[in-house]
T-cell receptor, first 115, second 117 residues
Framework: AQSVTQLDSQVPVFEEAPVELRCNYS??????LFWYVQYPNQGLQLLLK??????LVESINGFEAEFNKSQTSFHLRKPSVHISDTAEYFC?????????????FGTGTRLTIIP | GAVVSQHPSWVICKSGTSVKIECRSL??????MFWYRQFPKQSLMLMAT?????????EQGVEKDKFLINHASLTLSTLTVTSAHPEDSSFYIC?????????????FGPGTRLTVT
């Protein structure tokens, strides 16, 4: 069984400040890791994912996350946030054997950008 | 591309009635669709995995007779909440998988908010 912990339920950040959203996971097998973003009144969208290779993965809108196997973490970071980044962010894992077909989600972190 | 729709986006029903929620992949065929339930301030909980042409696989603790899933085609899956009760009120989200760039990717619908009175 797998589990995902997002310790911060809400994170307020001033515009143009850096942000880190924390994600830790627990699994007895190898995993794939994902960050999804949910804008108000919309479905979840994939932000970035780690499947293999480089442990640092980036999204097209400036977010990055680093897979740290020893610390079982996949924290999401952005050096300078924008108002449009206001959303709910979900970390998720899947068993490598299942591909990314069966996801276990964290409880989400609501990122609020303060003008 | 890879858009998933859900209908309705919200529904209010009386206790004891049944409600059907549709999930469609609009521009791709999905062999597998998933149904999730999300409570306020909680994570998405996987309810069942739906494969086209076969019976759905339910997660432990999910009543299959209460939450009927039908995956009739490669673009449509439905979730019927039978004999709904107030405790079934929740946000229901579906997703559909597509093979993209060497791996499966899940595309999520916008969700359906069910309120049972």
């Amino acid at each position: 069984a797998q589990s995902v912990t997002q310790l911060d339920s809400q994170v307020p950040v001033f515009e143009e400040a850096p942000v880190e959203l924390r994600c830790n996971y627990s699994s007895s097998v190898s995993v794939y890791l994902f960050w999804y973003v949910q804008y108000p009144n919309q479905g979840l969208q994939l932000l970035l994912k780690y499947l293999s290779g480089s442990t640092l993965v980036e999204s097209i809108n400036g977010f990055e996350a680093e897979f740290n196997k020893s610390q079982t973490s996949f924290h999401l970071r952005k050096p300078s946030v924008h108002i449009s980044d206001t959303a709910e962010y979900f970390c998720a894992v899947s068993d490598v054997d299942f591909g990314n077909e069966k996801l276990t989600f964290g409880t989400g972190t609501r990122l609020t950008i303060i003008p | 591309g890879a858009v998933v729709s859900q209908h309705p986006s919200w529904v209010i029903c009386k206790s004891g009635t049944s409600v059907k929620i549709e999930c469609r992949s609009l521009d791709f065929q999905a062999t597998t669709m998933f149904w999730y339930r999300q409570f306020p301030k909680q994570s998405l909980m996987l309810m069942a995995t739906s494969n086209e042409g076969s019976k759905a696989t339910y997660e432990q603790g999910v009543e299959k007779d209460k939450f009927l899933i039908n995956h009739a085609s490669l673009t449509l899956s439905t979730l019927t909440v039978t004999s709904a009760h107030p405790e079934d009120s929740s946000f229901y989200i579906c997703s559909a998988t597509s093979w993209t760039s060497g791996s499966y990717e899940q595309y999520f619908g916008p969700g359906t908010r069910l309120t049972v009175t």
